[in-house]
């Protein structure tokens, strides 16, 4: 069975700096992975998905991350925090086949941005 | 192109009453997938809709059940509401059947159900 892990519940980070949001997955083969993020009462607005090809994939509010099959992680970064970006992360894996496009999710990171 | 719409926003009931909740989602897409959101459990999912089918279901009690319509919108309903069933529930909607490079699922802003 498929599985993410986001080993971070809740990570604070001051404004202008830079941020990783790990994510650890376990899938039976080639995943299709997303990051999105929640604001408080929203729903959920897709960063970024990864499905083949560069590893390194470019999402809105210039995050990025990065899939790195020998330790099955995608982990999400941002350069430079703004306190915008305080809100809960959540990483997810999808199946690669015409299964569906039900997703498994990890247990959120929620980020808080100090001043 | 109007996003996808969850209705009501908030819902207040009362433990043993059935609720339904209403999805419609982005025009043209023909997936839909409901997901309940808890503070304890995380995100899970429940169960996925296309053309009007049942693919795929979550480990959910028979209690919760829910239908697409020949128009895509979707419905879920939950039968005798246990206090444990309060939570966000949230509705995807997909274009295409799954698996596809363009998969990606378009998210309403949910609909807040309260068990009392």
């Known amino acids: 069975a498929q599985s993410v892990t986001q080993p971070d519940i809740h990570i604070t980070v001051s404004e202008g700096a830079s941020l990783e949001l790990r994510c650890n997955y376990s899938?039976?083969?080639?995943?299709?992975l997303f990051w999105y993020v929640q604001s408080p009462g929203q729903g959920l607005q897709l960063l970024l998905k990864?499905?083949?090809?560069?590893?390194l994939v470019q999402g809105i509010k210039g995050f990025e991350a990065e899939f790195k099959r020998s330790q099955s992680s995608f982990n999400l970064r941002k350069p430079s925090v703004h306190w915008s970006d305080a809100a809960e992360y959540f990483c997810a894996v999808g199946p690669h086949n015409n299964a569906g496009n039900m997703l498994t999710f990890g247990g959120g990171t929620r980020l808080m941005v100090k001043p | 192109k109007a996003g996808v719409t969850q209705t009501p926003r908030y819902l207040i009931k009362t433990r043993g009453q059935q609720v339904t909740l209403s999805c419609s989602p982005i025009s043209g897409h023909r997936s839909v997938s409901w997901y309940q959101q808890t503070p304890g459990q995380g995100l899970q999912f429940l169960f996925e809709y296309f053309s009007e089918t049942q693919r795929n279901k979550g480990n959910f009690p028979g209690r919760f059940s829910g239908r697409q319509f020949s128009n895509s919108r979707s419905e879920m309903n939950v039968s005798t509401l246990e206090l444990g069933d309060s939570a966000l529930y949230l509705c995807?909607?997909?274009?295409?059947?799954?698996?596809?490079?363009?998969?990606?699922?378009?998210f309403g802003q949910g609909t807040r159900l309260t068990v009392v």
């Open positions: 899938y039976g083969a080639t995943p299709y």
């Open positions: 990864y499905f083949s090809g560069d590893t």
């Open positions: 995807a909607s997909s274009p295409l059947k799954g698996g596809g490079r363009n998969t990606e699922a378009f």
